[in-house]
T-cell receptor, first 112, second 113 residues
């Protein structure tokens, strides 16, 4: 069964303290891995798509990387405004269509 | 350009009542998804519409849940005879392509008393 597992569930960092979030997946025939950011009371906001092992994408203090079994979201010198829940998703096959399946997310809090 | 619009943003109802939640996707987006997010839980897939194809209803938790999409645009999620376990945030998302990134609305928070 296709699965997406994120770790850790929660992460507290001091401002400027770099770290990484993990998303491991089991899916046959990866059709992309997606990262989203979700602020409290809001819908998820798209960040990155990665399609093949070795691919990297960057946006400000965030960098996403992909291997054949997992993806990392690296946060360099985070700021309090980076506090949010970060979700990853992979499309799973469903009767001819592909449905994005989400992990439970990592709740990140960055203290000033 | 407007994003995905959902209404109502908040809905409080009594157990046993029916509710309708509306989603207005981004213009031109052919794919539309409904997800449910309960407190502390991940996003649970409910239903998927793609163009004029038959919807993928594989995520609907019971026959009390139904959804339609009229004219390839606006979608309505209906929950009949609501139960307390239906309390959650219902999120709608649209996408310009199959297996593409999703653009989410702000969600409709449903509370069943």
């Amino acid at each position: 069964e296709d699965q997406v597992t994120q770790s850790p569930e929660a992460l507290r960092l001091q401002e400027g303290e770099s770290s990484s979030l993990n998303c491991s997946y089991t899916v046959s025939g990866l059709r992309g891995l997606f990262w989203y950011r979700q602020d409290p009371g809001k819908g998820p906001e798209f960040l990155f798509t990665l399609y093949s092992a070795g691919e990297e994408k960057e946006k400000e203090r965030l960098k996403a990387t992909l291997t054949k079994k997992e993806s990392f979201l690296h946060i360099t010198a985070p700021k309090p405004e980076d506090s949010a829940t970060y979700l990853c998703a992979v499309p799973r096959s469903s009767g001819g269509s592909y449905i994005p399946t989400f992990g439970r997310g990592t709740s990140l809090i960055v203290h000033p | 350009g407007a994003g995905v619009s959902q209404s109502p943003s908040n809905k409080v109802t009594e157990k046993g009542k029916d509710v309708e939640l509306r989603c207005d996707p981004i213009s031109g987006h052919t794919a539309l998804y409904w997800y449910r997010q309960s407190l502390g839980q991940g996003l649970e897939f409910l239903i998927y519409f793609q163009g004029n194809s038959a919807p993928d209803k594989s995520g609907l938790p019971s026959d009390r849940f139904s959804a339609e999409r009229t004219g390839g645009s606006v979608s309505t999620l209906t929950i009949q005879r609501t139960q307390q376990e239906d309390s959650a945030v219902y999120l709608c998302a649209s996408s310009p392509k199959i297996s593409g990134e999703l653009f989410f609305g702000e969600g409709s928070r449903l509370t069943v008393l």
